[in-house]
T-cell receptor
Framework: NAGVMQNPRHLVRRRGQEARLRCSPM?????VYWYRQLPEEGLKFMVY????????ESGMPKERFSAEFPKEGPSILRIQQVVRGDSAAYFC??????????????FGEGSWLTVV | DQQVKQNSPSLSVQEGRISILNCDYT??????FLWYKKYPAEGPTFLIS?????DKNEDGRFTVFLNKSAKHLSLHIVPSQPGDSAVYFC?????????????FGKGTRLHILP
């Protein structure tokens, strides 16, 4: 029973390049969340997606960041023209959205982005 | 606007004693609460949750208490073990809304002392 799979685990990008982080949810889970953890900070909500639908993107920076969860394939968090301040750990989580049982989300191991 | 607050950045507890981690929230709409544990360079791991219809939930050495009137919850770990040294995140959501996101606190780093 594979858990939430994230790749790459570590990514180094130069300023101005693009970063793509991928997340495959747990089997049977149809909802994906992306969180960011800056150094010495907590987990900040970024975006919540269902397949082919963005449910809540209130935590996404207005520019350069986008997310998708297509009908087939993993969810992708895309950061264009990266800057040093984008260096962080990005965590993906998934849930089955079983209503009435509490929305417990399960995290992947994270992707660590370093911008040089 | 920090809706979920963990006011103690760190806590040190002797092995074998009780660890109590605290969490406060400001949004009275929250009706589902969770605790996660995180080791360095790993993803958060779900520990225990509680619905607002309960005031206590227990799972092995972990017990979560919810005081809705005070908008406060706590995680008790007893007895504390060396492997419990980690960062603990409190989280909350509005379960009934269907479009809820889960809001996390900044975490409390727990050190279990030998």
């Amino acid at each position: 029973n594979a858990g939430v799979m994230q790749n790459p685990r570590h990514l180094v990008r130069r300023r101005g390049q693009e970063a793509r982080l991928r997340c495959s949810p747990m089997k049977g889970h149809s909802h994906v969340y992306w969180y960011r953890q800056l150094p010495e900070e907590g987990l900040k909500f970024m975006v919540y997606l269902q397949k082919e639908n963005i449910i809540d993107e209130s935590g996404m920076p207005k520019e350069r960041f986008s997310a998708e969860f297509p009908k087939e394939g993993p969810s992708i968090l895309r950061i264009q023209q990266v800057v040093r301040g984008d260096s962080a750990a990005y965590f993906c989580a998934s849930s089955p959205r079983a209503r009435g049982t509490g929305n417990t989300i399960y995290f992947g191991e994270g992707s660590w982005l370093t911008v040089v | 606007d920090q809706q979920v607050k963990q006011n103690s950045p760190s806590l040190s507890v002797q092995e074998g004693r009780i660890s109590i981690l605290n969490c406060d929230y400001t949004n009275s709409m929250f009706d589902y609460f969770l605790w996660y544990k995180k080791y360095p360079a790993e993803g958060p791991t779900f520990l225990i949750s509680i619905s607002s219809i309960k005031d206590k939930n227990e799972d092995g050495r972990f017990t979560v208490f919810l005081n809705k009137s005070a908008k406060h919850l706590s995680l008790h770990i007893v007895p504390s073990q060396p492997g419990d040294s980690a960062v603990y995140f409190c989280a909350a959501s509005v379960e009934g809304r269907g479009d809820d996101k889960i809001i996390f606190g900044k975490g409390t780093r727990l050190h279990i002392l030998p």
